[in-house]
Nanobody, 115 residues
């Protein structure tokens, strides 16, 4: 079975930066597109960035120019570099394949942007 484990979240001031990592456990072919999702309590989980096996990327408009997604296929790791963070970026961040698969969801990593 495949399991994603997110890490790197924390508390940061507005304008600060964080780098999230997503490790893959179990066997998963690296042909699948992977993505970062985030969720705020009371709201639906939203897809914010994706990357294909060919390194083609997609970003939600609100994070364009601030976030950068990358992947290392040799280590099955996906990264999210977040710069110029804003309070509205506060959420629990998750990674998964795109489209997502229910059993693959991890615990996520909390990102809090506050003064």
């Amino acid at each position: 079975q495949v399991q994603f484990v997110e890490s790197g979240g924390g508390l940061v001031q507005p304008g600060g930066s964080l780098r999230l990592s997503c490790a893959t456990f179990g066997s998963l072919a690296n042909i699948y597109r992977k993505g970062w999702y985030r969720q705020v309590p009371g709201k639906q989980r939203e897809l914010i960035a994706t990357i294909s096996s060919e390194w083609s990327t997609y970003y939600k408009e609100s994070v364009k120019g601030r976030f950068t997604i990358s992947r290392d296929n040799d280590t099955d790791t996906v990264f999210l570099q977040m710069n110029n963070l804003k309070p509205e970026d506060t959420a629990v961040y998750y990674c998964n394949v795109v489209p997502s698969r229910g059993p693959y969801w991890g615990q996520g990593t909390q990102v809090t942007v506050s003064s």
